[in-house]
């Protein structure tokens, strides 16, 4: 798929690596919707990358009705509807039994509803619209990139829900692809390693620079640019389906 024939719904639209996706597909000539539930960040981004590339529409990734809505509103929007990029997340971090006593049940919960449960809500409703394109090139119908971490492979002390609901996100890439291929569409998902993203901006200097050591090569964290970079190779190649892509400069977690 060309970038300029891109018609992207993106969760996270308007921060970090979602942003840094809108704003690579708009360079190119796509067009974007935004779906995030930050209405000051929203109109920030489509005033960036312009009215007539690029809208905003404040979504629940977890309100199936209210995920399903805004597809219709956003295809509208773009003409149509042939990728999806979910990069909505919330960290969720917390011990199983912390020092205030045992994690709340809901905070479990929470992070598999956004994380997990919130990819599978709009990867179902972008595929629904996806299926009555016509077919491209090997008879291609649209694409949908989903967003795990590395934390669902190496997850630390700490992470036991947002690493189940990370392991999640890659245990239904390969069905998910498996059961959409005989209508053209392709389900990819990408685990990023540690990443410059609002997560880790409003952390100490000295934390992110023991971060940064962390990483074998290049030790330094990640940036949008090249977390869009490889949603774009992801585009283009339709070899590639029913994989999760690590990057992540070589880096495995340490336990804590």
């Given at each position: 798929?060309?970038?300029?024939?891109?018609k992207a719904?993106i969760?996270?639209?308007?921060?970090g690596?979602?942003?840094?996706?809108?704003e690579h597909?708009?360079?190119q000539?796509?067009?974007?919707?935004l779906f995030?539930?930050n209405?000051?960040?929203?109109?920030e981004?489509?005033?960036?990358l312009?009215?007539?590339?690029?809208?905003?529409?404040?979504?629940d990734?977890?309100?199936?009705d209210?995920?399903?809505?805004?597809?219709a509103?956003a295809?509208?929007f773009?003409?149509?509807?042939?990728?999806?990029?979910?990069?909505a997340?919330?960290?969720?971090?917390g011990?199983?039994l912390?020092?205030?006593?045992?994690?709340?049940?809901?905070?479990?919960?929470?992070?598999?509803m956004?994380?997990?449960?919130?990819?599978f809500?709009?990867?179902?409703?972008?595929?629904e619209?996806m299926?009555?394109?016509?077919?491209?090139a090997?008879?291609?119908?649209?694409?949908?990139v989903?967003?795990?971490?590395?934390?669902?492979?190496?997850?630390?002390?700490?992470?036991?829900a947002?690493?189940?609901?990370k392991?999640?996100?890659?245990?239904m890439t390969?069905?998910?692809?498996?059961?959409?291929a005989?209508?053209?569409?392709?389900?990819?998902?990408?685990?990023?390693g540690?990443?410059?993203?609002?997560m880790?901006?409003?952390?100490p200097?000295?934390i992110?620079?023991s971060?940064?050591?962390?990483?074998?090569?290049?030790?330094?964290?990640?940036?949008?640019?090249e977390?869009?970079?490889?949603?774009?190779?992801?585009?283009?190649?339709?070899y590639?389906?029913?994989?999760t892509?690590?990057?992540?400069?070589?880096?495995?977690?340490?336990?804590?």
């Amino acid at each position: 798929m060309q970038l300029e024939h891109v018609k992207a719904i993106i969760t996270g639209g308007v921060s970090g690596l979602g942003l840094g996706v809108a704003e690579h597909f708009v360079a190119q000539g796509g067009k974007v919707a935004l779906f995030d539930v930050n209405d000051e960040k929203g109109a920030e981004a489509v005033r960036r990358l312009g009215v007539d590339k690029a809208c905003f529409l404040r979504t629940d990734v977890t309100d199936e009705d209210g995920v399903r809505a805004n597809v219709a509103s956003a295809s509208e929007f773009l003409g149509g509807l042939n990728v999806a990029v979910n990069c909505a997340g919330i960290l969720g971090a917390g011990r199983m039994l912390g020092r205030e006593g045992a994690m709340p049940l809901k905070t479990f919960a929470g992070t598999i509803m956004v994380n997990l449960v919130g990819s599978f809500n709009v990867a179902k409703a972008a595929a629904e619209r996806m299926q009555n394109n016509a077919p491209g090139a090997d008879g291609e119908r649209g694409v949908i990139v989903n967003t795990a971490s590395v934390a669902a492979f190496d997850g630390q002390i700490g992470q036991a829900a947002y690493s189940a609901s990370k392991g999640g996100v890659v245990g239904m890439t390969l069905p998910m692809a498996r059961e959409l291929a005989r209508f053209g569409i392709r389900v990819m998902t990408i685990a990023p390693g540690i990443f410059w993203t609002p997560m880790v901006d409003g952390m100490p200097a000295a934390i992110q620079e023991s971060l940064s050591a962390s990483i074998p090569f290049p030790s330094r964290l990640g940036t949008s640019p090249e977390f869009a970079a490889l949603v774009a190779h992801i585009l283009g190649n339709r070899y590639l389906n029913g994989e999760t892509i690590r990057l992540d400069g070589a880096v495995r977690l340490a336990p804590k």
